[in-house]
Nanobody, 126 residues
């Protein structure tokens, strides 16, 4: 099992930047592919980005491509989400997720992830 804890959320003006972190504990971090999802009020949870166990394979949702960057540091058991050019539409609770699975095509699927953090709020004002 792995436990996940997000941090770095907050409030920012449109056009600004934030960097989220997700610290993992309890198991070998490099055994898990990691992802970020988000959920805005009244909306379904949305795929943001995923990164494979080694960090070689990375995927982004269309709405964040070119603005967000995911990375991981397996030595620090942490995955990061650098968010730039933030828009009010990015306002949501951001969740970190982990899966021990290795099927790259499935990394966009919410139900592929076994472990979830509690989420961190990101608010972007216009």
């Amino acid at each position: 099992q792995v436990q996940l804890e997000e941090s770095g959320g907050g409030s920012v003006q449109a056009g600004g930047s934030l960097k989220l972190s997700c610290a993992a504990s309890g198991d070998t971090f490099s055994s898990y592919a990691m992802a970020w999802f988000r959920q805005a009020p009244g909306k379904e949870r949305e795929f943001v980005t995923a990164i494979s166990k080694s960090g070689v394979n990375i995927y982004y949702g269309d709405s964040v491509k070119g603005r967000f960057t995911v990375s991981r540091d397996n030595a620090k058991n942490t995955v990061y989400l650098q968010m730039t050019s933030l828009e009010p539409e990015d306002t949501a609770i951001y969740y970190c997720a982990a899966t021990g699975g290795g099927i790259m095509l499935w990394l966009r699927r919410e139900n592929y992830y076994n472990y979830w953090g509690q989420g961190t709020q990101v608010t972007v004002s216009s």
